[in-house]
């Protein structure tokens, strides 16, 4: 049986909020969406089967660490990411330039692309727009990203537009590499730093180009919501509207939402891991640190509204022993209970926008977070 071809369909909108669906190889996307990062094959704690019950559709792997280990050739010999991991959806791969662009005195930028040691062994590599885009092949990535310079915060105008624009070249570059295969796509990414102009130049230049979605980069690098949010307003409505749009590395629950609000269709993020794994629990009251002492001897949920296995089953109080114990079950709950919360709002979202009440639902969402601790507790 064929793959069917790569699309997206807008099925509803609320503003400029978006209700979608993305179709690929390996299954649709309903967006609003959220991925859970799963950067070295495996989301931490989880397994697939866990994955796809908190309603997650869609994961992210992580080109650079998959190409020091274990290597993307021997990935395609063994069946590619989707039978490596024995995750049945959807698969989108980020290009490996932001994890490159973090090495620092690692790497060295030029025309060509980036050449760096690992991390792990201190070996040097190569990655250029062109082998960027033929690992992501070889992973068989459903939605592969193209390299570009993630410009650091904060940066002159001068030097964002120099890294901006060396991102455009490298995405044409990408563009002619990718190899489409049935059901899969490549995803332009919108640099420029805080600059509108260089913003709006970008997306021009991208669109020139031509992809199957549209990302914006280079955010939640310490510039605060605000900024961000200001970005997006600037550069959203210079996007196809028929295309998916992806903010990357975004964010916390209130990020998300607000970007939904400005047309973003696609997130995805560390924080419900990686929180997950250090004590810190989502809640629609905001966030719980389950190491407080305050939890000891508490018999609830974290929250008793939530449908999760976590909240079905256990307290507070047995979290708070896990994680003082350093039992390495604390981390799989909490992490499992973070992700089924993202998911949650993924969906309420959905449902919002499609009912038309989508300004009802992010009020009450700002309401409900600015209760906070107190009411969660």
């Given at each position: 049986?064929?793959?069917?071809?790569?699309?997206?369909?807008?099925?509803?909108?609320?503003?400029?909020?978006?209700?979608?669906?993305?179709?690929?190889?390996?299954?649709?996307?309903?967006?609003?969406?959220?991925?859970?990062?799963?950067?070295?094959?495996?989301?931490?704690?989880?397994?697939?089967?866990?994955?796809?019950?908190?309603g997650a559709q869609i994961v992210l792997g992580n080109t650079y660490h998959l190409m020091l280990r274990p290597?993307?050739?021997?990935?395609?010999?063994?069946?590619?990411?989707?039978?490596?991991?024995?995750?049945?959806?959807?698969?989108?791969?980020?290009?490996?330039?932001?994890?490159?662009?973090?090495?620092?005195?690692?790497r060295k930028i030029d025309e060509d692309g980036v050449t760096f040691r690992s991390h792990l062994d201190g070996?040097?590599?190569?990655?250029?727009?062109?082998?960027?885009?033929?690992?992501?092949?070889?992973?068989?990535?459903?939605?592969?990203?193209?390299?570009?310079?993630?410009?650091?915060?904060?940066?002159?105008?001068?030097?964002?537009?120099?890294?901006?624009?060396?991102?455009?070249?490298?995405?044409?570059?990408?563009?002619?590499?990718?190899?489409?295969?049935?059901?899969?796509?490549?995803?332009?990414?919108?640099?420029?730093?805080?600059?509108?102009?260089?913003?709006?130049?970008?997306?021009?230049?991208?669109?020139?180009?031509?992809?199957?979605?549209?990302?914006?980069?280079?955010?939640?690098?310490?510039?605060?919501?605000?900024?961000?949010?200001?970005?997006?307003?600037?550069?959203?409505?210079?996007?196809?509207?028929?295309?998916?749009?992806?903010?990357?590395?975004?964010?916390?629950?209130?990020?998300?939402?607000?970007?939904?609000?400005?047309?973003?269709?696609?997130?995805?993020?560390?924080?419900?891991?990686?929180?997950?794994?250090?004590?810190?629990?989502?809640?629609?009251?905001?966030?719980?640190?389950?190491?407080?002492?305050?939890?000891?001897?508490?018999?609830?949920?974290?929250?008793?509204?939530?449908?999760?296995?976590?909240?079905?089953?256990?307290?507070?109080?047995?979290?708070?022993?896990?994680?003082?114990?350093?039992?390495?079950?604390?981390?799989?709950?909490?992490?499992?209970?973070?992700?089924?919360?993202?998911?949650?709002?993924?969906?309420?979202?959905?449902?919002?926008?499609?009912?038309?009440?989508?300004?009802?639902?992010?009020?009450?969402?700002?309401?409900?977070?600015?209760?906070?601790?107190?009411?969660?507790?």
């Open positions: 049986m064929s793959a069917p071809a790569f699309g997206f369909d807008l099925l509803a909108s609320d503003g400029a909020a978006r209700r979608g669906r993305v179709t690929t190889a390996h299954g649709v996307i309903d967006t609003p969406a959220f991925m859970p990062v799963g950067t070295a094959a495996t989301v931490k704690g989880m397994t697939v089967e866990e994955i796809a019950a908190t290597g993307a050739e021997r990935m395609a010999r063994l069946g590619g990411l989707h039978d490596f991991m024995s995750w049945r959806k959807p698969i989108l791969t980020d290009s490996g330039g932001y994890q490159v662009m973090s090495l620092a005195d690692l070996a040097a590599h190569a990655l250029t727009p062109e082998r960027a885009v033929e690992i992501q092949g070889l992973l068989d990535a459903d939605i592969s990203m193209v390299l570009d310079e993630c410009t650091p915060f904060p940066a002159s105008e001068a030097v964002a537009a120099e890294s901006m624009r060396r991102s455009m070249r490298w995405a044409a570059r990408c563009r002619a590499a990718f190899k489409a295969r049935p059901g899969t796509g490549l995803f332009g990414i919108v640099q420029g730093g805080v600059y509108p102009d260089l913003r709006r130049e970008s997306a021009a230049a991208l669109m020139e180009i031509g992809f199957e979605g549209y990302a914006v980069g280079g955010l939640a690098v310490g510039e605060g919501q605000e900024i961000m949010f200001q970005v997006l307003d600037d550069t959203v409505p210079a996007l196809p509207q028929d295309k998916p749009r992806y903010l990357m590395g975004v964010g916390k629950p209130a990020d998300i939402v607000g970007a939904v609000l400005r047309g973003i269709d696609m997130f995805d993020c560390v924080l419900p891991t990686r929180s997950g794994r250090t004590g810190q629990a989502f809640t629609r009251h905001g966030t719980l640190n389950m190491r407080n002492a305050r939890h000891m001897e508490d018999t609830r949920p974290i929250d008793p509204e939530c449908p999760c296995p976590t909240c079905a089953l256990h307290s507070r109080a047995y979290l708070r022993h896990l994680f003082q114990a350093d039992e390495m079950l604390g981390p799989i709950l909490l992490t499992r209970h973070n992700l089924h919360y993202y998911q949650q709002v993924m969906s309420g979202l959905r449902a919002a926008i499609e009912g038309g009440r989508l300004g009802d639902f992010a009020a009450r969402f700002a309401l409900d977070e600015a209760r906070g601790d107190v009411a969660a507790g």
